[in-house]
């Protein structure tokens, strides 16, 4: 099966909606969930986490996937703050108090999922 191709080979229309738009438009949707269905918000971030490792699979190296993740997971995490204040409803899930505080833990985690990513890249194109 043939590797993705690198984030930097693609467009610069698609590296947008791919490293900016996607991971904040995502993350309102888990902002919106947030009110609405704790399941629904746990299934956002689950799915966040495994698109966090495609992410950094789009880089070679765990630096490089690091710093994708950091930036995509700071993206997610301000998607879920402003789409909570947007819809003004209670969390129905348990985040921290204040909200702000999850855009530092969904960046750290992004961070850490990115670097992953670009760490299995880096081995499968050192074979």
């Known amino acids: ?16 909606q791919l490293a900016v738009f996607g991971p904040f438009l995502f993350g309102m949707v888990g902002g919106f969930l947030l ?3 704790e399941a629904g918000y746990w299934i956002v ?14 880089h070679v190296g765990a630096a490089a996937g ?10 997610f995490g301000a998607g879920i703050v402003a ?13 921290p108090d204040p909200i702000g505080v999850l ?14 990513g670009g760490r299995a890249r880096g081995r499968t194109a050192a074979r």
């Open 35 to 37: 009110g609405q269905s």
């Open 45 to 58: 971030q689950a799915i966040g986490a495994a698109l966090g490792l495609a992410g950094g699979y789009e």
């Open 83 to 95: 789409a909570d204040a947007i819809s003004g409803d209670a969390p129905l899930a348990k985040v």
């Open 1 to 16: 099966m043939d590797r993705p191709p690198l984030l930097t080979e693609l467009p610069p229309n698609v590296q947008f």
């Open 66 to 75: 690091a710093r994708r993740g950091l930036v995509a997971g700071t993206l």
């Open 103 to 116: 855009v530092i833990i969904t960046a750290v985690g992004g961070a850490v999922l990115g670097a992953i």
